[in-house]
């Protein structure tokens, strides 16, 4: 059996290792992998009782009542952890190969009649961090005790986890043509269903990441909205988007280059201040109208929902 001190130190997560786990980012499973490596148990408090099967069956206990808990709503599917007795390199590898986005591991520590420590720590393998790492005091050796600390467990793994997704309301793409065979007339009616097909596969991308939730925008009634001028109001777009009920506002721009170039711009506000959060763009790209929605999906991918955290 590992020494739980190990875990109470915190999982090592190996950059080699976690780099090439986990499912793509507009393609994540519904719901989530989540594997829970079985906990372990270590006993300084020094009393002169047996307490060993008492403890492992108030252990495997935790064990069901915590995956359950996390299984309650849905939004996760368990898979198999690993062997127990595992290296972290081990667990992340197993948990992955099951098909995990998350991986938690913990330890409960009894330091004395009156005092434990339940550690845990849950590490998202796709984007390679630790995403909880706590460790939560409970006074008390007794059924009612423990039950107490898993759902302080059950609690802070859901909110650090899954935590409510951002709602988005990503405006209808909009359309700068500086090609040389520029029409003053704006985009053609193929070049409009260009842009809305590019407007759907970046909605798409973005709800499927799990992240976030978009906000309809159907109802935004200001000209810039309507005539797909956003670009040019200096910041509007927050205010509009914070009247609809979301958090934050993305505009979308495809510039033309030329008849086979182009670039693809997002930028994401802040709807309380308005802030810039978000500035990302393509560089040039080849291809035609039609691979407009494909440059956009990419750079949204690579700059953003599959971006490495620091």
């Avoid at 915590?66 to 996760?76: E, P």
């Avoid at 330091?111 to 005091?137: E, F, G, N, P, Y």
């Amino acid at each position: 059996m590992r020494r739980l001190t190990g875990v109470l130190c915190g999982l090592v997560l190996m950059g080699s290792i976690l780099g090439s786990a986990g499912t793509r980012a507009d393609t994540p499973p519904e719901p989530v992998g989540l594997a829970v490596a079985d906990f372990e148990f270590l006993d300084t408090s020094g009393e002169p009782a047996d307490q060993a099967a008492v403890h492992a069956r108030r252990l495997r206990d935790f064990m069901a009542a915590l995956r359950r808990d996390l299984a309650a709503d849905g939004r996760f599917r368990l898979v198999p952890a690993g062997p127990s007795d595992g290296t972290p390199e081990a667990l992340v590898r197993a948990a992955a190969a099951a098909g995990a986005r998350y991986l938690v591991v913990g330890g409960i520590h009894k330091m004395s009649t009156l005092v434990q420590w339940a550690k845990v720590d849950a590490i998202d393998i796709a984007a390679d961090r630790v995403v909880l790492s706590k460790l939560i005091t409970f006074r008390g050796d007794d059924d009612a005790s423990w039950a107490r600390a898993e759902t302080f467990v059950s609690r802070d793994l859901n909110a650090a986890i899954m935590p409510a997704p951002i709602k988005l309301a990503i405006f209808d793409f909009e359309y700068e043509d500086f090609s040389p065979a520029a029409s003053t007339g704006g985009a053609t009616e193929a070049e409009l269903v260009q842009l809305d097909d590019t407007t759907g596969m970046v909605r798409r991308v973005f709800a499927k990441s799990g992240r976030y939730s978009i906000t309809d925008v159907a109802a935004a009634d200001a000209p810039a909205a309507k005539t797909r001028s956003l670009r040019d109001c200096n910041g509007c777009d927050a205010a509009i988007a914070r009247g609809l009920g979301a958090d934050q506002s993305l505009v979308g721009v495809v510039r033309r280059i030329s008849r086979t170039e182009y670039t693809v711009r997002f930028q994401i506000r802040d709807t309380k201040t308005g802030t810039v959060l978000v500035d990302e763009n393509s560089g040039l790209r080849m291809g035609a109208d039609y691979s407009w929605s494909r440059g956009a999906r990419r750079l949204v991918l690579d700059r953003l929902l599959e971006k490495k955290q620091p």
